[in-house]
């Protein structure tokens, strides 16, 4: 038996994005996202789904940072839809949309819970991606507009600004793998958009300085772990460009101002290279004061040649997966954060999300969700680990706070720790909910 137990002034907190809980997609002058457009194609979510009523928050979002409250959490990271601020991506403000997470933001404050704020949740305003979306540099001065905009506005009251989630995903996922919205798949089309979002990025954390908010900014992009399957070297490399995808390409541009050779030049026989403008390395580098880290799963990888995007193939060895088919593989969680620190800086790191998605309902009111405490405990423990090791780690924020809309797999797979019915709306907290009450409340937990 031991006590694994957090430091003092650790901060607790979960997570949720616009799209994925708001609905209201129609309402009071909110424009078109490419997720609007997404879901309604015919063919690209499960089910036919889309974000229209979600978990409905935009009504219910009191009721939504109770929850947070009554978690004993002090953090609540949410996103901003963008086309609800301006609803063409860039011009005009649309006031009803402001004055919407200005009342979030108020109730949050008022309850005692600091905000935690996206700018960018993947809900790219449509009337930017007709013009050609994240592949043409007129849509980072967009977001740019529109980052100085939310800054200015909430001026000492949103104090913590998360400029871009898992670029990861909205460039390589969304546009190579094609599986998010918009749907492309083309590598080069990815490369560029994942290089423009990092400009992006340090555009906004300069805008930040030179307004001279008060607060900190910083990203978080998704990270995962490749173990490799033996130690031939093949297995090695394979595992190193997997990891590296996530990790290096990612964070040396941020870190160091460059991108690592060794993708460069692997990315370059696939035919891509990233179309990098004079100073743009230099933008993406703006010193930032937290880092977001996403993390949900790891898996044992081995060489095989033409596999995928870098000869890597992903090895069952029977590790137990989670309902939507990820390995649970804590280690990694470990592995990951002590190699950012190796690689990069001692940064302080806010893990913007970790969860797991099991799909148990409420049976008399109850959910039994043992599975989710069980995860949340063994991440939990790695991550305590990796802080013993001198990884800076400021806070943790589980994804999800509820049930969602699960982007391509719609309202199929629920990570929340309050279950939502989405034919009554109706919130229930599950097991997971009150487990991770009593940690926060304690400070530890025991194993
Ligand atoms: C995203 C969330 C998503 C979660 C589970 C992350 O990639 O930021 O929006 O719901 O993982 O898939």
């Known amino acids: 038996m031991a ?35 997404f879901s309604k194609t015919p063919g690209k979510v499960h089910n036919g789904d889309t974000g229209d009523v979600a978990c409905d928050s935009y009504h219910r979002y009191e009721e939504d940072v109770d929850l947070i409250h009554d978690l004993g959490a002090d ?102 793998i094609g599986v998010h919205a918009p ?34 900014i910083g990203y978080a992009p998704n990270v995962t772990w490749f173990e490799p399957y033996s130690t031939k070297e093949q297995d090695i490399e394979a595992c190193n460009r997997g990891n590296a995808w996530n990790l290096e390409w990612f964070f040396d541009p941020v870190f160091k101002g460059t991108y690592p050779d060794f993708m460069l030049e692997w990315f370059k026989e696939k035919g891509a290279v990233p179309t990098v403008l004079d100073g743009d390395l230099e933008i993406i580098s703006q010193p930032i004061d937290f880092l977001g880290i996403n993390y949900y799963t790891g898996n044992v990888g081995r060489y095989k040649e033409n596999e995928g995007l870098f000869d890597l193939e992903n090895i069952d060895i029977g590790y137990d997966k989670t ?83 699960e982007w391509a797999l719609g309202y199929s797979m629920r990570f929340g720790i309050v279950h939502v019915n989405y034919e009554t709306l109706e919130r229930t907290k599950k097991d997971s909910y009150h487990w991770f009450s009593e940690t926060i409340k304690k400070g530890e937990f025991i194993v």
């Open 75 to 176: 953090v609540y990271r949410f996103s901003v839809a963008w086309p609800r601020i301006f609803p063409n991506g860039t011009g005009e403000v649309n006031q009803k949309g402001v004055d919407y997470y200005h009342k979030l933001v108020d109730y949050m404050l008022e309850k005692g819970i600091e905000p935690m704020c996206t700018l960018y949740h993947w809900d790219l305003p449509q009337a930017l991606q007709d013009k050609g979306g994240w592949d043409n540099r007129d849509t980072i001065e967009a977001f740019v507009q529109y980052a100085d905009f939310m800054f200015k506005e909430f001026h000492g009251k949103i104090k913590k600004w998360i400029t871009v989630n898992e670029p990861w995903c909205s460039s390589f996922l969304s546009n190579y």
């Open 183 to 216: 749907g492309n798949q083309n590598l080069q089309l990815a490369m560029d958009i994942a290089h423009h979002l990092l400009v992006a990025h340090g555009r906004a954390v300069k805008s930040f300085r030179e307004s001279k908010i008060e607060g900190e």
């Open 323 to 405: 309902a939507i088919d990820w390995f649970i593989y804590p280690e990694g969680f470990y592995k990951v954060l002590v190699t950012i620190k190796d690689l990069y800086s001692s940064v302080p790191i806010y893990i913007t999300e970790n969860g797991a998605c099991y799909n148990e309902e409420p049976v008399n009111g109850v959910v039994s969700d043992q599975k989710r405490i069980d995860y949340l405990r063994t991440h939990l423990t790695a991550l305590k680990r990796s802080m013993d090791s001198g990884v800076n780690v400021k806070g943790f924020l589980y994804w999800s706070l509820m049930d969602n809309f």
């Open 3 to 37: 006590i694994i137990q957090f430091p003092k002034d650790f901060r607790w907190g979960a997570a949720t994005a616009s799209y994925q809980i708001e609905g209201a997609t129609n309402e009071d002058g909110r424009g078109l996202s490419i997720w609007d457009t």
